[in-house]
């Protein structure tokens, strides 16, 4: 990766080029030991409930909890300064060593002034630490009951509130806050709190045996003047047995996060420089905005629900979302394509250093698609049951705009690489058979995954498509002394060992949609007490 640029003097041991020459790449090569990360994480969790039944058989509750994380992680890294004085001669404890950045420096013995010694290593190398704990209190109410608004149904009601306090503090290493690391350059330690205050009801009723209704409506005060309230209803019609048709519309609203407006973050992608053409990791610093916008939508659903017969069952839901305001972190790759000079971009010798990004709010997203699942069970002979079931998932569209006023793009099917959004598959399913017994069975599970664009190469990325299977056995019998309902579980996920489709970067995959593990073997045991 290019994090930082340095400068090998002429004087240095390890140059054989005798002028000065520009330094692009990492301190210690291939030969050094991995760099592990540490994470060390805490979480606390407190709960109690109260709840009363009242004579007509109303039941209020009160809630609160309390829960606490504590995230360290501890990465090795460069000290720049210390760096650079070791490339010009005075590195090590005494200040008098060099550091040979070439690979003639694992070619050599230890006394030849070509070898660097542990000492001129150590002034250098450092340990960036990141201390992070966001904490949540909860106080909520709920009471909900029946009553009868009309002669020939009864109405269920809902009513509630909730309070949240939340924290977030991000503690760093001196050095980090003074912008010392070649790698991580460094930030501010960072803190932040947010008082939520909702409030909600819900009815629900039947005018006639064939039609339900649900009413909603919440409403939540968010400090600095914000707040929404935001109704839903749902309509559920049955005309037969057979048949049920159900539709939703509903608005929402969401808060920036306290990490959004107050985190500070740094990270490594893969950017192209149009500037010179090359391609590596560059670092990329994300600070949280306190100027962030709530997000607003606009939802509506509506859905088919036919049982042909007493084995088979079958869903169709169509869904459509409307975003305003959506929050997104500033994607680095767009910023350098959009403008490669932009003052955002750190340059030095014509090779970007560093880009800063934020998070904003993109103007508007609009996506569309439906929903298909079937569900077919049978009885066989020998007290077999046989289940054949499967689901899909489709994107019609995802339309977005970077800015307001912006011309909407449709980018599902795509990688965005170099946009807001992620990885888009116009499709996923997912189809389950199985046939079981009281005493054992058996499953096979058939994953799929669309090809879709890859925006960065302007290539396909592939479709997969990934087998798991399971047996399981009722070993009640063995612990019947200790317990009930054992249940011994032998699987393989990704039976044939299928890879992510190839994708020109350098982890090779798309961590966003697949999973790099090959074929896993497992074994479980399961049972109730």
Do not use: C
């Not at 914000?226 to 019609?237: E, G, M, N, V």
């Amino acid at each position: 990766p290019i994090l930082n640029l340095g400068t090998i003097p002429a004087n240095n041991p390890g140059n054989i080029f005798k002028v000065p020459v520009l330094f692009l790449g990492r301190a210690l090569g291939n030969n050094a030991e991995e760099n592990i990360v540490r994470h060390l994480s805490k979480t606390y969790r407190f709960s109690s409930e109260l709840s009363k039944e009242f004579e007509d058989g109303s039941v209020g509750n009160i809630k609160i909890s309390y829960s606490k994380n504590s995230n360290i992680v501890k990465i090795q890294d460069i000290l720049e300064k210390e760096f650079n004085d070791a490339l010009n001669g005075f590195g090590g404890s005494n200040s008098d060593q060099f550091f040979n950045p070439f690979g003639s420096s694992a070619l050599v013995s230890q006394d030849d002034n070509l070898f660097n010694s542990e000492d001129v290593i150590d002034t250098f190398l450092s340990k960036a630490i990141y201390d992070y704990s966001p904490s949540l209190f909860l106080l909520e109410g709920l009471f909900n009951g029946k009553i009868s608004l009309f002669e020939n149904f009864d109405t269920t009601y809902a009513f509630g509130f909730q309070y949240r306090k939340e924290k977030i503090n991000g503690d760093h290493d001196k050095d980090f806050n003074n912008e010392k690391y070649l790698f991580l350059v460094g930030g501010p330690d960072f803190q932040g709190r947010e008082d939520v205050y909702s409030f909600f009801s819900e009815f629900n009723f039947s005018p006639t045996k064939t039609l339900d209704l649900v009413l909603a409506l919440r409403s939540e005060i968010y400090g600095k003047n914000l707040s929404s309230t935001d109704p839903k209803i749902l309509i559920q019609w049955s005309p037969k047995n057979w048949i049920s048709m159900n539709s939703s519309y509903g608005t929402s609203y969401r808060a920036p996060s306290i990490f959004q407006r107050f985190s500070v973050q740094t990270s490594l992608q893969n950017i192209t420089d149009p500037l010179n053409g090359s391609r590596v990791f560059r670092r990329v610093k994300t600070v949280g905005s306190e100027s962030l916008n709530p997000e607003e939508s606009k939802n509506f659903n509506a859905g088919l629900n036919l049982r042909f017969s007493s084995n088979l069952i079958m869903k169709l839901n169509y869904w459509r979302y409307n975003y305003t305001n959506l929050i997104a972190k500033e994607n680095a790759q767009s910023i350098v394509d959009t403008n490669p000079m932009d003052n955002r971009i750190t340059r030095r010798a014509n090779q970007i250093l560093s880009i800063e990004t934020t998070y904003i709010n993109n103007s508007k997203v609009k996506t569309s698609g439906f929903d298909v699942g079937f569900n077919y069970n049978i009885s066989l002979t020998n007290e077999f049951n046989f289940k054949l079931s499967g689901d899909l998932t489709y994107i019609g569209n995802y339309f977005i705009s970077n800015m307001t006023g912006d011309e909407l793009i449709d980018v599902s099917g795509s990688r965005n690489f170099r946009n807001f959004a992620r990885s888009l598959p116009k499709w996923r399913s997912f189809i389950n058979l199985s046939l079981s017994n009281s005493f054992y069975g058996g499953a096979l599970n058939v994953r799929s995954i669309s090809g879709y664009k890859d925006d960065q190469n302007n290539k396909r990325i592939n479709n997969q498509i990934i087998y798991d299977g399971q047996i399981y056995f009722d070993v009640s019998k063995l612990f019947n002394s200790i317990g009930k309902n054992y249940k011994l579980t032998f699987g393989v996920q990704n039976i044939l060992n299928t890879l992510p489709p190839d994708l020109k970067t350098t982890v090779g995959y798309d961590s966003k949609v697949h999973n790099p593990r090959g074929r896993v073997v497992f074994m479980a045991i399961e049972s109730n007490f």
